[in-house]
């Protein structure tokens, strides 16, 4: 495993995206518990993406225009649901309540579900892994390890961003102008990720 590809993949998972954006949320919301289940969500959403790529499923998806749009599409109508649910204060960013254990199986189920409706991460496996192993041996045997420490990384740097954004809560919640200002970006940081995987090509 080269040095190459860790640094490649490190940046990669540090750059801001729709699990990171969701974590980040939870954590603000929810606190470190919330924050937690954000990024074990988001990362097991990753783990089918990984899985279609071995097993090839992912060059079907984008060789299929319309595999590829019912995905594109049921995506970005999800992060649009989200959206949705920040700006009227019932998503991650919502704070206090009852039966907060419930609230964190459905923190996770929303994690899965937004990186498992997401074409592009099978898509970005099958162009990213390839460039890092020998094309003269077999290529699912030297992906697995690949593939393992790349997720891997996914969920310690959103822990870690999580944990970060749950230190600020504190000072957050108790700030009502800063939570709002903080809903309405978070969902308008939604509604443009949804709108932009709309409208993305293959």
Known sequence: MSIEFLLTSLIVVLAPGTGVIYTLASGLGLGLRGSVFAAVGCTLGVLPQFVATLLGLAAIVHA???????????GA????????????????????GAQQDRRMWRVLRRGITLNLLNPKLSI?????????????????????????????????VFLIYGALASLARTY????????????RSFALAFAGLGVRLAFAGR
């Open 172 to 183: 957050v919640i108790e700030q009502p102008t800063v939570m709002k200002v903080l809903r």
């Open 77 to 96: 109508a999800y992060l649009l649901y989200l959206a949705w649910c920040a700006w009227r204060e019932s998503g991650a960013l919502s704070v206090g």
């Open 64 to 74: 299929s225009a319309l595999a590829f749009m019912v995905l594109k599409y049921a």
């Open 124 to 156: 970005f496996f099958l162009a990213f892994l390839p460039q890092f192993i020998d094309p003269a041996a077999a290529p699912v045997p030297q992906m697995i390890p690949l593939g393992a420490v790349f997720i891997a990384m996914t969920l310690v």
